[in-house]
């Protein structure tokens, strides 16, 4: 049995899917990015970005970029009943891994450093994201066999 989920606080998808499905104990994110949530695809809604004339990003800020996406993370999880410890695999998207690789991992380690088991990570570059933001995240999570049954 599949459950596709979507909720207020986190920022609404950009295009036609969920923010999560569920299937038997597993959890599937999709993208998720840092805009503010339940906002638009808006860079008015992204945590210190600011634009230029053309609509391309002149300046932002990274960390609040970062925890923003955490947060978000956080809110899609918990419709589940489920937290960051849940987590088995996180997929990072970074629009710059030469100028924003270590300052992530950082973040990252302050964020998730104490969670024990760690989940797995990969971190990609990537040309562009959907909007003008330079980090998303794309999680799994599990719920263990008791927790699975209660949504």
């Not at 970062?66 to 978000?72: G, I, Y």
């Not at 629009?95 to 024990?116: H, Q, S, V």
């Amino acid at each position: 049995m599949t459950t596709m989920f979507s909720t207020s606080q986190a920022p609404r998808p950009v295009g036609l899917y969920p923010h999560s499905r569920k299937i038997g104990p597993w959890i599937y994110l999709s993208g998720i990015g840092p805009r503010k949530p339940d906002t638009e695809a808006s860079a008015l809604d992204v945590p210190g970005l600011e634009l230029d004339a053309s609509g391309r990003y002149k300046s932002f800020d990274f960390e609040a970029q970062v925890r923003q996406v955490f947060e978000n993370v956080r809110a899609v999880l918990a419709q589940h009943g489920a937290d960051l410890e849940h987590l088995v695999n996180v997929t990072v998207y970074l629009t710059d891994m030469k100028r924003d690789f270590l300052a992530f991992n950082r973040l990252y380690a302050e964020i998730l450093g104490p969670l024990e088991p760690k989940p797995c990570r990969t971190t990609v570059e990537v040309g562009a994201l959907p909007t003008e933001i330079v980090v998303e995240l794309q999680c799994v999570a599990y719920l263990d066999s008791i927790e699975a049954g209660a949504e």
